[in-house]
């Protein structure tokens, strides 16, 4: 079982609509957990933490369940430039590696 | 800040050939990663440094792969021989603190393609 797992799609979702995906981690020992966004061909960057009351960054929502171990990421009124491809990454604080997902691709179609 | 630096951006060799990846870290950051993406295997964490020493290896594949950072600004990662299964885009990364904090800025990646 991997440590950290994403479907990887794609979604197809039309501008304008809501999307939400989860990620399941395995390590109940997890403390941080981050949503980073890549592009194609292009590097990972930050799309925002995960904090374990949720959290919100303009159309951007993120909820952590430690109960179920996942964590889920939210757009709203999504737009053309949401195209990419978002990982899940997951720290166990007992090293300083980011256990990374494959990453799930959302396409927005006009 | 110009960012994390790698060079070159594309790579393309014959097998049995060494390459030599590069890295300039944002100046300040105490922490340097190696990363290898792959459509098969994701993201891998390769190597990773705390102010220049190699603190986890364990991510690198085989011998043929080695790591260097013989300063704060600059550091390598080497493939000798290199084989067509070593073709993947490779990243490196910093922080400061260590990633679990804050966030890990990445370099554009180096494509490299061995033939």
């Known amino acids: 079982r991997k440590e950290v797992e994403q479907d990887p799609g794609p979604f197809n979702v039309p501008e304008g609509a809501t999307v939400a995906f989860n990620c399941t981690y395995s390590n109940s020992a997890s403390q941080s957990f981050f949503w980073y966004r890549q592009d194609c061909r292009k590097e990972p960057k930050l799309l925002m933490s995960v904090y374990s009351s949720g959290n919100e960054d303009g159309r951007f929502t993120a909820q952590l369940n430690r109960a179920s171990q996942y964590i889920s990421l939210l757009i709203r009124d999504s737009k053309l430039s949401d195209s990419a491809t978002y990982l899940c990454?997951?720290?166990?604080?007992?090293?300083?590696?980011?256990?990374w997902g494959a990453g799930t691709k959302l396409i927005i179609k006009p | 800040d110009a960012g994390v630096i790698q060079s070159p951006r594309h790579e393309v060799t014959e097998m049995g050939q060494e390459v030599t990846l590069r890295c300039k870290p944002i100046s300040g950051h105490d922490y340097l990663f190696w990363y290898r993406q792959t459509m098969m295997r994701g993201l891998e964490l390769l190597i990773y440094f705390n102010n220049n020493v190699p603190i986890d290896d364990s991510g690198m594949p085989e011998d043929r792969f080695s790591a260097k950072m013989p300063n704060a600004s600059f550091s390598t990662l080497k493939i000798q021989p290199s084989e067509p299964r070593d073709s993947a885009v490779y990243f490196c990364?910093?922080?400061?603190?260590?990633?679990?904090?804050?966030?890990?800025?990445f370099g554009q990646g180096t494509r490299l393609t061995v033939v």
């Open positions: 990454v997951v720290n166990e604080d007992s090293n300083y590696q980011l256990i």
């Open positions: 990364a910093s922080s400061y603190p260590p990633l679990g904090y804050t966030e890990a800025f």
